[in-house]
């Protein structure tokens, strides 16, 4: 597996997105945007959140990728969503969408649809009923919680990676990042606290599109964004337990990590595992 | 009192949250629907927020229960509000509506009767002229602050309890809680600097909608979730004063105090009266 | 200088926010819009937010400052804030608005012309590339970041004075405040670590609207409030590193400091030279 996937790439990822600081322009839903941003500028990354339909294609003109989530979706945004989309397929930028809580109500099983017609996604992210509901698997999501595990969504995964064409990360307890030409990887990193804070999975899509704009391969991107977020996530949650702290404490924590986390204690703890399959 | 309800009932609800993880549906205004999201994992409940009318009812459809918070209404989200709001008196899933400003402009004024004819919400808090204006009393709201007391709101609060044949919460340095069969219950808790805070009122009404997900009660599950945020509140600006912190530094502590506060704390600090009037 | 703004003048003025508490009408971006009601509230003002076009005129009609963000517009919000700034010109109380991401779209720019049109506020801050942009220099604007040194946009920053017959306070490394009777102040508080939370720049327009509110000088009350910001946020973030931590700490660190900060710090720290030119 190591002539795939080290971990020293993953740490190139990281330090490129420090010093690159790429412009990612985020379509992103009302209750993240703020923690998005913050996470995007701890990692070295530059946001930027725009989405009237008159603006959203320039937009995207002057970024070096573009993110989409359906959170907090209506008609607007929805449009807003596919003009982007579509702006970033004709510009060749890398584009990201999250389609949270898929599943949940038919309206949003109707966007994602939409989106994907729109311009297939560089990366799709999501939890294990969310990529098996946007694969179109039958399932029922429970909200925007995810009711599958996240083994049970591999084949779901490598399905809708063979009609993007893309990557798909299946986000859990153990993150599995695949592609269409059959690489597989997995990360074992993270805290159960994660589940905690509202939209980590959320920041998790951001740092994906960050990663993807700095390097090119799309699967090795999003296995070096999601092993940042999953390093940082487990020693933020370490350290606020330790200081008998919870939540709360751990959501600033995990910014610090972001931006301070070196590469001594990133590949002290990664768990990374790459394959063909 | 005692019979009518104890100190230890108060902690069987907030432990039956952390239990069952009542899914709560929310369509709350853009300043706090980040911090309600966050304060309703802390305390262990499970928060979607959606507000497209052509998901809104489904979204309603799979939640325990549904809170409307009319903070930053605007006429989409004030429809998705009416829409839910009946969704939820079909379904018969416990709502709770947050007037925010009620009486600061005519329009919000107009809105909350729109709302209220729409269907009775199980729950009504807000604080002393924000249930004074929504019970058609003449007072003019400094903005989303309470310029009356929470105990001159007391005669409003009752009316409205007629109306609405549900319960009523008054908050304030004393938070009153009272239905339409003459419970009147009070809490002493909480500390000055929750007003320093935005959202925390706000955050208590999300509360309120997940103890109302697993307490059939309502009078009781308001007093529960109110009982917690004030005793949550003033453990997390003791600990920051106490730091030498402020406000910032007690938002955090905040959320940490709902997740890991135990019931031994709980029951030294919380000060509950409950009687019929 | 002594005569024309002293160090004491500046106190005198967070003093008067902190107690008469104005409340703050802000129609802002959704990214910023928590982050800027606490930090209102941690300054000691009251913060109200409103955008239907049905109230936004009755809002401001009880509000004692107006501050209009343009960084998540679109043509509903755009026409709230051209209401809200006729109602604000007509009623005399002061306006401030913060061009975020001037340059980067032709919407955003022609968006800007409109609302300057609409009613030219008191006050206008941005960092450099957006002063010049809105003044209607040429220039290309990396998404929100600014790319041009706030001393390369003074120019622009007098000829917009000109124009409005206000206060432009272009903020940087060194914040320039100046107005159109040729008063020129500097503030060379701050830190790197300011950059990299998003909204610090929003949140020193919402500062601006709260000492507008106290301090009928809308130049000093300009300097005042980027003296609070600038001396916070230093301080803010040296505690943060002291301890080991990072941006996420800081921010909740920067609202305790607001909150907190006494006049012997403030007075040690501040850094303010103001002269004619």
């Known amino acids: 597996m190591t002539d795939l996937l080290t971990p020293s790439d993953l740490w190139a990822d990281i330090a490129a997105v420090r010093e690159r600081a790429p412009l990612v322009h985020s379509i992103t839903n009302l209750v993240v945007i703020n923690l998005n941003a913050n996470v995007l500028l701890a990692a ?21 990728s573009l993110v989409v989530n ?39 099983n109707q966007c994602i649809e939409r989106l994907l017609d729109a311009a297939a996604p560089t990366v799709i992210r999501g939890n ?20 599958a595990g996240a083994n049970d969504a591999l084949d779901a995964a490598r399905a809708l990676a063979e009609r993007t064409r893309g990557t798909i990360c299946v986000s859990g307890v ?22 905690k804070i509202t ?27 999601m092993a940042l977020l999953g390093v940082a996530g487990e020693l933020s949650a370490e350290r606020a ?26 590949l002290r703890r990664v768990r990374l595992e790459a394959q063909r399959c």
Chains 1, 2, 3 share one sequence.
């Not at 945004?77 to 584009?95: D, F, Q, T």
């Not at 200081?243 to 931006?259: H, T």
Request: charged share 15%.
């Open 241 to 266: 337990a330790a200081a008998g702290q919870g939540v709360g404490s751990m959501q600033a924590l995990l910014l610090d990590a972001l931006q301070l986390l070196d590469e001594r204690e990133f």
């Open 128 to 147: 294990g009923s969310e990529i098996m509901s946007t694969a179109g698997a039958a399932i029922r999501t429970r909200g925007v919680d995810s009711s």
């Open 174 to 195: 153990t993150d599995h990042v695949v592609d269409a030409h059959g690489r597989w990887s997995q990360l074992s990193n993270g805290h159960a606290w994660m589940t």
């Open 44 to 64: 070295g990354a530059s946001p930027v959140m725009a989405h009237a339909h008159e603006e959203v294609a320039d937009m995207v003109g002057i970024a070096q």
């Open 199 to 225: 939209g980590i999975g959320c920041s998790a899509t951001s740092l994906v599109g960050a990663f993807c704009a700095v390097q090119p391969d799309a699967w090795r991107a999003t296995t070096s964004a």
């Open 70 to 108: 359906i959170g907090t979706l209506d008609p607007y945004w929805v449009e807003s969503m596919e003009i982007a989309l579509r702006a970033a397929a004709k510009r060749g930028i890398p584009s990201v969408l999250d389609p949270v809580g898929a599943g949940a109500t038919p309206y949003r």
